[in-house]
């Protein structure tokens, strides 16, 4: 079975620092692993995936996240935070060869503080 | 603005009834996922629909059903609502490229739906 697991809650970080939100991911092969953003009343919105190749993903936003296949982590990372960095994140996974649908984890709240 | 759109934005119903939400996906996407976002169960996965056939199916109840239609557009049917059947229900679409290559998916704005 797969699985994802997003270890904080909430993570409160000052305008300009960088800020990390963790992930870690259970599958029993190689993973699919994407990073989703959601603002409040929308839906969410597709920031990086991983699939293969070099293990840190750029994406959307400034927005980075490292794969790390002997931690089974992928952590989401930014260089300096934006206030309007602010809203829910979600990390997911699939196995690669599966035909199971993605599996997201239970969010994580970023708050960035001016 | 992903280009999926989810009608109605929001319903308000009472235990007992039956409620249809409705999804366009994005032009060309083939897949048609359905989610539950509610604050206690965070985002679960009901049920996938590719190109008008079911493909997966997650947390759904037996209560819930849903169809994708040949112009691709998806339905979710909720009947004999009950008061924890209050959430945010999304539609997400994707490409498939039938190779098993798993797309990032396309969200919608959401429904969300009170049962009084």
């Known amino acids: 079975a797969q699985s994802v697991a997003q270890p904080e809650d909430q993570v409160n970080v000052a305008e300009g620092n960088p800020l990390t939100v963790k992930c870690t991911y259970s599958?029993?092969?190689?993973?699919?692993l994407f990073w989703y953003v959601q603002y409040p009343n929308r839906g969410l919105q597709f920031l990086l995936k991983?699939?293969?190749?070099?293990?840190l993903v750029k994406g959307s936003y400034g927005f980075e996240a490292e794969f790390n296949k002997s931690q089974t982590s992928f952590h989401l990372k930014k260089p300096s935070a934006l206030v309007s960095d602010s809203a829910l994140y979600f990390c997911?996974?699939?196995?690669?060869?599966?035909?199971?649908?993605?599996?997201f984890g239970k969010g994580t709240r970023l708050s960035v503080i001016a | 603005d992903s280009g999926v759109t989810q009608t109605p934005k929001h319903l308000i119903t009472a235990t007992g009834q039956r409620v249809t939400l409705r999804c366009s996906p994005r032009?060309?996407?083939?897949?048609v996922y359905w989610y539950q976002q509610s604050l206690d169960q965070g985002l679960q996965f009901l049920i996938q629909?590719?190109?008008?056939?079911?493909?997966a199916k997650g947390n759904i109840l037996e209560r819930f059903s849903a169809q994708q239609f040949p112009d691709l557009h998806s339905e979710l049917n909720l009947s004999s609502l009950e008061l924890g059947d209050s959430a945010l229900y999304f539609c997400?679409?994707?490409?498939?490229?039938?190779?098993?290559?798993?797309?990032?998916?396309?969200f919608g704005p959401g429904t969300r739906l009170t049962v009084l």
């Open positions: 997400a679409s994707s490409v498939e490229s039938g190779l098993g290559i798993l797309n990032e998916q396309f």
């Open positions: 599958v029993s092969g190689n993973p699919y």
């Open positions: 991983y699939i293969t190749g070099d293990n």
């Open positions: 997911a996974v699939r196995d690669i060869w599966g035909n199971t649908p993605l599996v």
């Open positions: 032009s060309g996407d083939l897949s």
């Open positions: 629909y590719y190109n008008g056939e079911e493909r």
